[in-house]
């Protein structure tokens, strides 16, 4: 079972829709969690990060977490064609550097 | 303003074959990180550095090696080339303690053959 799992998708929706992303996670032991957008043939670029449980929010985009589920979520509200892209979770121990990230879920929103 | 760069974009090998993926940062940032992403696998760590002179493995080092004489360059050494490295490789930065926000270079595509 991997640390951390991600619906790769691909996830098709029109313009100006809700749009819920997951990640489900097995480590009881992460307590920051990132949301990175991936454009076609470019690098990740960080669009949300929280700490521990509740949400946040910025602009369009929500950022919820779950602790006592193990789970986190990505909402980004009336979705935009400038919004298609891979999004990742991300996740971290409080101690330690590394990143373990999903495998990403492809969006594409069609005007 | 130019962040991370990293050249080449693109590099056909063949089996057996060496070459260093070059990865240089403007932000003055301490840590750095190259990683490899494989279709539906994620970002897998390879080496990190938090500092010049220091190195450290992550998730999948086999088969690299990286050095870290300054602070805006870290190279990444393939040394015998194999099919399993295939990849897409990202270097990344971030500054000291918050390696939350990654700042990463757009990729090299990497192909043995």
């Known amino acids: 079972q991997k640390e951390v799992e991600q619906d790769p998708g691909p996830l098709s929706v029109p313009e100006g829709a809700i749009v819920s992303l997951n990640c489900t996670y097995s480590n009881s032991a992460f307590q920051y969690f990132m949301w990175y957008r991936q454009y076609s043939r470019k690098g990740p670029e960080l669009l949300m990060y929280t700490y521990s449980s509740g949400n946040k929010e910025d602009g369009r985009f929500t950022a919820q977490v779950d602790k006592s589920s193990k789970y986190i979520s990505l909402f980004i509200r009336d979705s935009q064609p400038s919004d298609s892209a891979t999004y990742l979770c991300a996740m971290r121990p409080g101690s330690a550097r590394q990143l373990t990230f999903g495998s990403g879920t492809q969006l594409t929103v069609l005007p | 303003n130019a962040g991370v760069t990293q050249t080449p974009k693109f590099r056909i090998l063949k089996i057996g074959q060496s070459m260093t993926l070059q990865c240089t940062q403007d932000?003055?940032?301490?840590?750095m990180y190259w990683y490899r992403q494989d279709p539906g696998m994620g970002l897998k760590l390879i080496y990190y550095?938090?500092?010049?002179?220091?190195?450290d493995k992550g998730e999948v080092p086999n088969g690299y090696n990286v050095s870290r004489s300054t602070t805006e360059d870290f190279p990444l050494r393939l040394e015998l080339a194999a099919p399993s490295q295939t990849s897409v490789y990202f270097c990344a930065s971030s500054k000291e303690g918050t390696n939350e926000k990654l700042f990463f270079g757009s990729g090299t595509q990497l192909s043995v053959l």
């Open positions: 550095s938090v500092g010049a002179g220091i190195t």
């Open positions: 932000m003055n940032h301490n840590y």
